[in-house]
């Protein structure tokens, strides 16, 4: 395994602001990240109280079912004890969702390890599970590669209903059929007989959507110590109790300020992330296990369809009382997290970095601060069926991400065309429509009104040549199918529909190919938040 390191070409402004330690992006964070933050950060935590007694107890009771390494179980007694939290977080996936849900919980590991280090404090790992996002069209699908092009695999089962993914039941005969597709498409290795045994092992012993991606993490990052919660757990939820009464109490400033400041983040050039607007409560109500979003209106709060009308008193006893009624969005899920647990640090992507720039006077508000923002890892994996080809075209990844494979590909394309042909149809063309040209001026001269059907001919002919060239062309390029598909595979691997491959492609596309020691091996290269991308030869 091979560690190259690079800075892309700007795909997120944000972001690359954010690297830049004299940007006034950090106006709108508590932190610039560098040691000096984390070490302040770690000193204001000491001047807080939080139950992490009873949250390492919560967090046990959701584990316990998909099993507790030593690590995990260590963690959990840190914790206890009052250890610092690095966060990351995911909606529930399939497959474990895109590779950037791994690079997070890699990125939260490797950090929570190098800040206990430098710190010289007990530091733990804590992946946070959007189990109550309801948008499964997000997270019902994966992508591979078939035949050296972009396959999109999708999980068939439908709802119509906003169910979050926590309570939506998996059609396990449907994901089995979806999982073997996938892996169908991974191809016979060494290793694929017991990694998807063990896939679907899981599957079977999954009810929901959260429970299948759990499973998966928990046996991929358990020997790591990796920490997990789904935001919708009904104990979590009771333990949130208060912390949703505090945001309630203070609901329409919260909205208030978070449209401020986005508005200020929009004069600074970096957009309306979140398109805050006043009137949003910014919580969702959950009823039959669906989620409708909260907005005040007439002194009421109601969702858009007006089935749900609550006084403020009313959210508040539902706040003390059921609070498993209540979700979070992206404004008030950080500020939970915040009041939660005792977060050094959040390890986001370029989205949540985003809208974490709009957060800062809602958390101050509440009297809170804003952990430091850790931006994850950029990962992309070269496997051993592209490196040769790398090589062969004299490219680097970086070409590749450039474009300059297409290129090469086109430039290809062009050169193996038979002119010869093409000049040969072209000119038979020009032939046929000089004849109809005759013969329309004879049809004239006799009088005889027949422009439209003629017209109707040509148009006919016309197409025909076009097809006869089509099909031309796919003969020539038939018989250059290796090179081609060779180039579409650098392209499909690397930088698939002119994105990053962290975007599209699931871990087991590469567990597959490698074997289950795979991701101890990523975590042992020890890569730290920056703004490289790493590119890793496998």
């Given at each position: ?23 006034t ?16 950060r ?8 939080y ?7 919560i ?13 995990c ?8 004890e009052g ?7 995911q ?8 590779l ?5 919980a ?31 069209e ?7 590669t ?12 439908r ?21 073997r ?14 990694l ?15 429970d299948?991606?759990t ?9 790591y110590?990796?920490?997990m919660l ?43 992330p ?30 858009a369809?007006?089935?749900i ?14 609070p498993?009624?209540?979700?979070n ?6 500020l939970m ?58 490219l ?21 065309q ?44 016309c ?13 020539i ?62």
């Amino acid at each position: 395994m091979k560690l190259e390191q690079n800075v892309l070409p700007v795909q997120n402004k944000i972001l690359a602001q954010y690297w830049d330690k004299q940007s006034t992006i950090h106006n709108f964070f508590d932190y610039v990240y560098s040691d000096d933050a984390f070490h302040a950060r770690a000193q204001y935590l000491t001047t807080k109280t939080y139950d992490t007694a009873q949250l390492s107890k919560i967090i046990q009771l959701y584990m316990t079912p998909f099993g507790l390494s030593e690590a995990c179980e260590r963690h959990l007694k840190e914790l206890a004890e009052g250890a610092y939290v690095i966060v990351g977080g995911q909606q529930a996936g399939v497959l474990t969702g895109p590779l950037y849900s791994v690079h997070k919980a890699i990125s939260v590991i490797l950090l929570a390890r190098q800040q206990r280090e430098k710190l010289g404090k007990k530091v733990i790992p804590l992946f946070w599970i959007a189990g109550e996002d309801h948008d499964l069209e997000e997270i019902n699908h994966t992508y591979t590669t078939v035949d050296a092009t972009l396959k999109k695999r999708v999980y068939k089962e439908r709802s119509k209903r906003k169910t979050m993914a926590s309570t939506t039941a998996i059609n396990k005969e449907e994901m089995e059929s979806f999982v073997r597709t996938v892996f169908a498409d991974f191809g016979e290795s060494e290793y694929t007989k017991d990694l998807l045994h063990n896939v679907l092992t899981h599957l079977h012993a999954s009810d929901t959507f959260t429970d299948f991606f759990t499973a998966l993490m928990n046996e991929l990052f358990a020997k790591y110590g990796l920490l997990m919660l789904d935001a919708a757990f009904p104990a979590f939820r009771q333990y949130e109790a208060d912390f949703f009464v505090r945001l309630i109490e203070h609901n329409e400033e919260i909205a208030q300020v978070v449209v401020a400041q986005e508005e200020a983040f929009n004069q600074a050039g970096y957009g309306k992330p979140i398109e805050a607007v006043a009137s949003n409560a910014n919580l969702f109500f959950v009823q039959g296990g669906e989620r409708f979003l909260l907005e005040r209106k007439d002194g009421y709060y109601t969702n858009a369809l007006g089935s749900i009308k609550l006084t403020k008193e009313q959210l508040l006893e539902v706040a003390r009382q059921t609070p498993e009624k209540l979700s979070n969005n992206v404004v008030t899920r950080p500020l939970m997290q915040e009041m939660t647990m005792p977060v050094l640090a959040f390890v986001g992507g370029p989205g949540e970095l985003a809208y974490w720039a709009t957060l800062k006077p809602a958390f101050s508000l509440l009297h809170l601060q804003m952990p430091v923002f850790a931006p994850r890892l950029n990962i992309t994996l070269v496997p051993r069926t592209v490196q040769p080809l790398l090589a062969q075209n004299e490219l680097t990844v970086l070409d590749v991400m450039k474009g300059k494979a297409e290129q090469l590909k086109n430039r290809f394309i062009e050169e193996v065309q038979d002119e010869n042909a093409k000049e040969k149809l072209a000119e038979m063309q020009r032939n046929l429509l000089a004849q109809y040209n005759e013969l329309e001026q004879h049809l004239r001269e006799q009088q005889l009104d027949l422009n439209n059907i003629i017209e109707k001919n040509k148009q006919y002919h016309c197409r025909q040549f076009d097809y006869l060239a089509a099909k031309i062309g796919q003969e020539i390029l038939g018989k250059h199918d290796v090179k081609i598909k060779q180039f579409n595979l650098m392209i499909t691997e690397l930088f698939p529909n002119q994105n990053l491959q962290e975007r599209y492609f699931n871990p087991y596309q590469y567990l597959n190919l490698y074997g289950p020691t795979l991701v101890g091996s990523l975590i042992e290269l020890d890569l730290v938040p920056s703004d490289q991308h790493n590119y890793i030869t496998l």
